[in-house]
């Protein structure tokens, strides 16, 4: 959460779906949806594309797989191009990698942490191409 207000937004929710799986008896992997963006930014996009509220605000998929911790978002070139959003506007949706990089950068510059010693545990930050793949 600091990650994110510290950059000037906001978290508008937190989705825990592996808690949420395991409240109705099923196992999940750690995977949750941090929603969050800013309005200062997000308005803008969506007076001049409405379908863009269908992405915004921005969403960012945490998950646990094979022992590492996975990162994945659709990046702001993405949906700039998915709206047909002019340069400026889409410069506007760039918040997401600075958060992203924040949260990827320290797991693999300290060489005390556990994502540091074990290269399967790294977090790995992966951005959609659009098509439905993960790609990094």
Known sequence: R????TRGMKVFALIDHS???ARV???LPETKVVVF???AAGTPVMLAAPLAALDLPL?????????????SYT???ELASRYSLPAEL???LAGIDAVTDAVVAPAAADP???ASRRPSARLQSRRNAGDGKVTG
């Open 90 to 92: 889409g410069s506007r």
């Open 37 to 39: 963006g800013s309005p």
């Open 112 to 114: 005390e942490s556990s």
């Open 75 to 77: 990046s702001p070139a």
């Open 59 to 71: 969403k960012v998929l945490v998950r646990a797989s094979a022992g590492r911790v996975l990162v």
């Open 2 to 5: 600091r990650l994110v207000e």
């Open 19 to 21: 808690g949420e799986a």
């Open 25 to 27: 008896g099923l196992q």
